[in-house]
């Protein structure tokens, strides 16, 4: 079992950078597969990125390919999101996730163990 917390969080002019992070307080977080997700008032929870395990596979969601990257340090029990190029659509809670089993997805119901979830504002 794992329990994680999410940091990094806060307002930013679009544009701009941010880069949140996702630590383990219990429990190591390199035996699992971690997910970011989102969800913005009135939205559905979505997937964000995602990393294996090993860090040697990712996974984006179309939405934020090339403006998003996921890393992970597993000497630190942390794994990162960036943010580059914010636009205000990326306002939302965002929150990690962690999943036994070796696959990499993006769905929220494959993931066991939740943070707590952090702000990210963007303003136009």
């Known amino acids: 079992q794992v329990q994680l917390v999410e940091s990094g969080g806060g307002l930013v002019q679009a544009g701009g950078s941010l880069r949140l992070s996702c630590a383990a307080s219990?429990?190591?977080?390199?035996?699992?597969?971690v997910g970011w997700f989102r969800q913005a008032p009135g939205k559905e929870r979505e997937g964000v990125a995602a990393?294996?395990?090993?860090?040697?596979?990712?996974v984006y969601a179309d939405s934020v390919k090339g403006r998003f990257t996921i890393s992970r340090d597993n000497a630190k029990n942390t794994v990162y999101l960036s943010m580059n190029s914010l636009k205000p659509d990326d306002t939302a809670v965002y929150y990690c996730?962690?999943?036994?089993?070796?696959?990499?997805?993006?769905?929220?119901?494959?993931?066991?163990?939740w943070g707590q979830g952090t702000q990210v504002t963007v303003a136009s």
């Open positions: 219990r429990g190591t977080i390199s035996m699992y597969a």
């Open positions: 990393i294996k395990w090993s860090g040697g596979t990712t």
């Open positions: 996730a962690a999943r036994t089993g070796v696959a990499v997805t993006l769905r929220d119901n494959d993931y066991n163990y």
